[in-house]
């Protein structure tokens, strides 16, 4: 039952694709709704290019990703990175909260997280790198 898979690849913004693909996936064997699967696949782009981004400045480094069932109906998702870390995690979870100077961010990727899934925890420290983990249980579970 416990089919993990990890997964790791350079985070730049032009693998928030792979990122989004490899999640759907995943996730598809319990055979979510298109609607499930579209907020995961959200939840994780948003995550991943907050990594790029953010954690390493867009500047490249290497972005893991986790995922495994923790329950026949739920999913756990991490996506990590080594980058410079969050000072105020609090603070950056705020709505419209960004440190992206060219101001081409919404600074909504943590709210639009929180919205998709069920449970988000970020654990970070500054210049360690960050973990955002998410929980996503599924309203249809059809067997895994």
Known sequence: ????????????LDNQG???????????????????????????SEAFSNAAIHGYENKGGIVKMEFSFVSQDTVMIKIMDDGVGIENIAKAMEPLFTTDTDANRSGMGFTVMESFMDKIKVDS????????????????????
Do not use: F
């Not at 792979?18 to 994780?44: C, F, G, H, M, N």
């Not at 500054?126 to 895994?144: A, C, N, Q, R, S």
């Open 18 to 44: 792979l990122a989004r693909a490899v999640a759907a996936a995943y996730v598809s064997q319990a055979d979510p709704t298109i609607e499930e699967l579209t907020e995961i696949k959200t939840a994780v």
């Open 125 to 144: 420290r500054p210049g360690m790198g960050t973990t955002v983990t998410m929980v996503k249980k599924l309203d249809t579970y059809y067997g895994i």
């Open 1 to 12: 039952m416990n089919r993990e898979l990890k997964v790791q690849m350079e985070g730049t």
